[in-house]
């Protein structure tokens, strides 16, 4: 036996779009397939761009110290290279200084340039 086509049509699978089992409104249920979808793109995001990966195994080496750092935060910067608190301290002291060198140097340049002026034209004016 084959069975006419009426049959079959009649045992065949209901349409999938007709079966809702989400209890919201079809909309929302789109809106949260929306939000999943974000969400999974943004993961793919931070897979791609090395940041699941660079996260997992500073966690991995603050895991396996064996003394605990008194403050975990500075320990994953320092890891990712990312400057610390005292050394943000340091780096602005050394900025200071070298503002303060530079404005000297800018100043006694100007004046040797000056000078060279000044001999330069002296020279050229006798008559």
């Not at 979808?37 to 396996?64: N, Q």
Request: aromatic share 4%.
């Amino acid at each position: 036996g084959a069975q006419p086509e009426a049959a079959v049509a009649a045992n065949a699978r209901p349409q999938v779009e007709h079966l809702c089992l989400s209890p919201f409104p079809p909309q929302a249920s789109a809106e949260i397939m929306s939000g999943e979808s974000k969400k999974e793109e943004f993961r793919k995001y931070l897979e791609r761009s090395g940041v699941i990966d660079a996260l997992t195994k500073v966690l991995v080496a603050l895991y396996e110290e064996p003394e605990k750092p008194s403050n975990a935060l500075d320990f994953i910067k320092q890891y990712l290279g990312a400057p610390t608190s005292g050394d943000v301290e340091t780096m602005k002291a050394e900025k200071d200084e070298m503002m303060k060198k530079n404005e000297e140097l800018t100043k006694e340049l100007e004046a040797v340039q000056a000078k060279l002026e000044a001999m330069a034209t002296g020279g050229d004016g006798a008559e």
